[in-house]
Nanobody, 114 residues
């Protein structure tokens, strides 16, 4: 059973920073593509960032240069460092392990507001 548990969300002012973490169970983390998605109220879920097993990354245009995805294979954990946050970054952020079957976490809320 693969489980993903996100943490690190919260309320932050515009221009602030947060670091999300996603702890995963299972012994195939190191060979899995991991990603962060987000969904704002009334909007479709969108890919924020993704990291391959080898560490290659890609980002949505809206977050490139502000967000950084990274992974620690020894801890089976993927991170999303978010800087220069904007109100439009407000959403529920989900961690995803991609593969033959995609596994999703339950999400963590990020609210950017003054």
């Amino acid at each position: 059973q693969v489980q993903l548990v996100e943490s690190g969300g919260g309320l932050v002012q515009p221009g602030g920073s947060l670091r999300l973490s996603c702890a995963t169970s299972g012994n195939i983390f190191s060979i899995s593509v991991m990603g962060w998605y987000r969904q704002a109220p009334g909007k479709q879920r969108e890919l924020v960032a993704r990291i391959s097993a080898g560490g290659n990354t890609n980002y949505a245009d809206s977050v490139r240069g502000r967000f950084t995805i990274s992974r620690d294979n020894a801890k089976n954990t993927v991170y999303l460092a978010m800087n220069s946050l904007k109100p439009e970054d407000t959403a529920t952020y989900y961690c995803v392990k991609s593969g033959a079957v995609d596994y999703w976490g339950k999400g963590t809320q990020v609210t950017v507001s003054s």
